[in-house]
């Protein structure tokens, strides 16, 4: 881990430097000046570190994101602001800003450097890390290359962990709406409001947005669409595995359940349970003691104000934002051995755990889930994994999307097998092909690769541009409905349309949910 944030601070270094010796740009905004860069080959205008809330710091730890005090002069809008406080959780994660901090809220804009009008659709992403890590910062990340595309591309840090999601009853009191722990909900949902107010200074179209996200992110774009306080904020929505619709994966616990957990956290961890005195502690000490307590898991409730009921409620209801909707997930979200542990892959063994899965309902499950040989299993148990993990979760967010919302929704299934020593598409290697940022990775990238890259990129952004990722030279995606069969685009260098053949695996795992 040493190595990666030495390695993070000298590429931070060096970016910094490259940043410095390029053409700079101003821009006015409501808060005041700015002053970004215009890309080496002259297409991009970026402006990052840019302020959307006031430091959430002192009185204002764990409080909804306060307005932003307005600046004089011109402000350098070179560099990511400070990522928001977190451990080194993932080794993939390589950050080129300047470490953590409380004060993180901070989002980047990158644009046609000429652009093809003056209402470009915006694409807003929010990333990944199950909300106990993650950054604006990661290479990988980058909007660049999708600006180039003829959209604004912003992503926002949000804060984390017990930062972002710390629940307690006088912080309900204090809110004014009774609820406590959605803070970093909130602070995504105050980038978008920034978005609304601002993007058009920058040659954006506030009527025309799309929240993007993986993981925690998709996570999240779930929780805005079904959100009462984000409508009118967004267009469209995009998942890249993962949604709150079942309760498996990041469950949201009721607030009172939250509250209870968490007071009692922190009695016993911090010694306290006087918001004065919590607040008053270093930031270091309140995330080493939430670190060191594995049994408590800082993330979203349902808190009766950015969520007045359970997303699937929401969903259920019809109550959500009626916005077109693209999801899906990777081949190999999980690995078998999250079903087989250190068992071999035989039948026995996955009958054995099957049982201590389902009980009286493995049967039905294994007739879905099978295998005759050790590299059948193998495949059943990742595909059982997966599905568990997040596919089945981001399936049932489309289903009811469809069901209720009537609007179009587009289902995906990335299948390029990443050029790995064994080749799969585990969790989140979707990324960096969206952003065409394969340059990132240290890995024997192939042509087919690049064109598979290039492939997402513009049904992504072509699905920003009019909700429809259909496009001159793209293989034709169909909508996801019954008439279709409901046909999934499978993703790959040979992309191809399919019918959902383990529609009866997700029907069976909703009769079970």
Not at 155 to 170: A, C, E, K, T, W
Not at 305 to 312: A, E, G, K, N
Request: hydrophobic content about 40%; overall charge negative; glycine content about 8%.
């Amino acid at each position: 881990m040493q190595f990666h944030k030495t390695a993070g601070w000298i590429a931070a270094a060096l970016m910094t430097l490259s940043v410095h010796a390029q053409t700079t740009v101003q821009q006015k905004t409501a808060d005041g000046m700015l002053e970004g860069v215009v890309s080496p080959d002259g297409k991009v205008r970026t402006f990052k570190g840019v302020p959307f809330a006031a430091p959430p710091v002192g009185d204002l730890r764990w409080k909804a994101p306060q307005p932003v005090t307005p600046w004089t002069g011109v402000r350098n809008a070179v560099d990511f602001g400070a990522r928001c406080m977190q451990g080194n959780i993932y080794s993939d994660m390589i950050f080129h800003d300047a470490g953590p901090s409380e004060d993180c809220l901070y989002l980047n804009l990158w644009m046609p450097a000429n652009p093809p009008s003056n209402k470009l659709p915006v694409m807003v992403w929010i990333y990944g890390g199950g909300y106990q890590a993650g950054a604006t910062s990661e290479g990988r990340q980058d909007g660049g290359n999708l600006a180039k595309h003829g959209v604004i591309v912003v992503s926002m840090n949000y804060r984390l962990g017990i930062f972002g999601f710390f629940s307690h009853p006088d912080l309900a009191k204090e809110s004014g709406h009774d609820s406590a722990g959605n803070y970093g909900l909130l602070d995504q949902l105050a980038a978008l409001q920034w978005v609304k107010k601002s993007i058009a200074t920058f040659g954006g179209d506030p009527d025309n947005v799309t929240i993007f996200g993986e993981s925690a992110g998709s996570f999240s774009v779930s929780a805005l669409v079904a959100s009462p306080l984000a409508k009118g904020l967004f267009q469209r929505a995009i998942g890249e595995s993962g949604a709150y619709l079942s309760n498996g994966t990041l469950p949201m616990k009721p607030l009172a359940e939250s509250e209870k957990a968490d007071l009692s956290f922190a009695k016993s961890a911090l010694g306290s349970d006087s918001l004065a005195e919590l607040r008053a502690k270093p930031a270091s000490e309140i995330l080493d003691a939430a670190l060191k307590d594995k049994s408590l898991f800082f993330s979203p409730n349902v808190d009766g104000y950015f969520l007045p009921q359970d997303v699937i409620s929401i969903f259920a209801a019809g109550k959500q934002s009626i916005v077109p909707t693209l999801g899906g997930w990777n081949r190999d979200e999980q690995s078998y051995h999250s079903i087989l542990h250190d068992d071999p892959p035989t039948a026995e063994n996955f009958r054995k755990h099957l049982n201590e899965l389902y009980g009286a309902n493995a049967a039905r499950v294994a007739k879905l889930y099978s295998g005759a040989n050790e590299t059948e299993i193998k495949r059943a148990a990742q595909d059982l994994a997966g599905d568990r993990f997040i596919a089945f979760g981001t399936w049932k967010w489309l289903e009811m999307t469809a069901k209720t919302a009537k609007v179009p929704v587009y289902r995906y299934e990335f299948d390029q097998a990443l050029p790995f020593p064994e080749p799969s598409t585990p969790h989140a290697s979707e990324i960096e092909y969206v952003f065409q940022m394969l340059s990132t990775r240290d890995l024997p990238w192939r042509p087919e690769d690049h064109k598979v890259s290039d492939t997402m990129a513009a049904y992504w952004t072509n699905f920003a541009k009019s909700g429809n990722p259909n496009g001159e030279g793209l293989p034709q995606w169909p909508r996801y409905n019954a008439k279709a069969n409901y046909s999934v685009m499978h993703i790959s260098a040979d992309p191809r349309v399919a019918p959902d053949n383990h529609r009866a695996r997700y029907l069976l795992l909703d009769s079970l949910h």
